[in-house]
Antibody
Framework: QVQLVQSGAEVKKPGASVKLSCKTS????????MHWVRQAPGQGLEWMGI????????AYAQKIQGRVTMTTDTSTGTIYMELSSLTSEDTAMYYC???????????????WGQGTLVTVSS | DAQMTQSPSSLSASVGDRVTITCRAS??????LAWYQQKPGKVPKLLIY???NLQSGVPSRFSGSGFGTDFTLTISSLQPEDVATYYC?????????FGGGTKVEMK
């Protein structure tokens, strides 16, 4: 069965970087686009970006452009999201999502990771 | 980029009430609109895609309508388990913008 298992919680200081992982299983990673979405405590959902694991093409939200990098390791079925120059506004739960397009983009996720809490605090 | 505006931001209704949530896009997004339900501490759950298509396993009391810029999520008869926050999301192209959310509470 399809599973997305994310790395554990992180606590970072302002200005630092964080790199989160999302280990996929139960399907071929290269056949499905992947998204990252975050949710600050008590706030709404914010789309961060998308990666095509087949080739590594990405598109990022303008708000975090320049601070975010999404990558893929197809040998382990894992995707990564690195966010730099962290501030308290980056404190949030971060989710990886599988796009259900299956070979193409749909924009609709069918599986979510369990989330990784990132806390940015001095 | 299209912005998504949901209203109301919160509502309180009784069991059995008909509940309507609206979502407005700042640009035409055709029918590329999804609705999600999120309960506290849980991952969002897809309810509706392509504006009006019910996701498999979602109760039939949920329905969606709309096209272009104006969309609606309707719960025909509110149940206690429907207490949650609901989000719309446009997905015609990147960025996949979410609405601000509507918190549904029981009166």
């Amino acid at each position: 069965q399809v599973q997305l298992v994310q790395s554990g919680a992180e606590v970072k200081k302002p200005g630092a970087s964080v790199k989160l992982s999302c280990k996929t299983s139960g399907y071929n990673l290269t056949n499905y686009y992947m998204h990252w979405v975050r949710q600050a405590p008590g706030q709404g959902l914010e789309w961060m970006g998308i990666i095509n694991p087949s080739g590594g093409r990405t598109a990022y939200a303008q708000k975090i452009q320049g601070r975010v990098t999404m990558t893929t390791d197809t040998s382990t079925g894992t995707i990564y999201m690195e966010l730099s120059s962290l501030t308290s506004e980056d404190t949030a739960m971060y989710y990886c999502l599988r796009d259900r397009g299956g070979g193409g983009y749909s924009g609709i996720p069918d599986y979510w990771g369990q989330g990784t809490l990132v806390t940015v605090s001095s | 980029d299209a912005q998504m505006t949901q209203s109301p931001s919160s509502l309180s209704a009784s069991v059995g009430d008909r509940v309507t949530i609206t979502c407005r896009a700042s640009q035409d997004i055709s029918n590329h609109l999804a609705w999600y339900q999120q309960k506290p501490g849980k991952v969002p759950k897809l309810l509706i895609y392509a504006a009006s298509n019910l996701q498999s396993g979602v109760p039939s009391r949920f329905s969606g309508s709309g096209f272009g810029t104006d969309f609606t999520l309707t719960i025909s008869s509110l149940q206690p388990e429907d207490v949650a926050t609901y989000y719309c999301q446009k997905y015609n192209n990147a960025p996949l913008t979410f609405g601000g959310g509507t918190k549904v509470e029981m009166k």
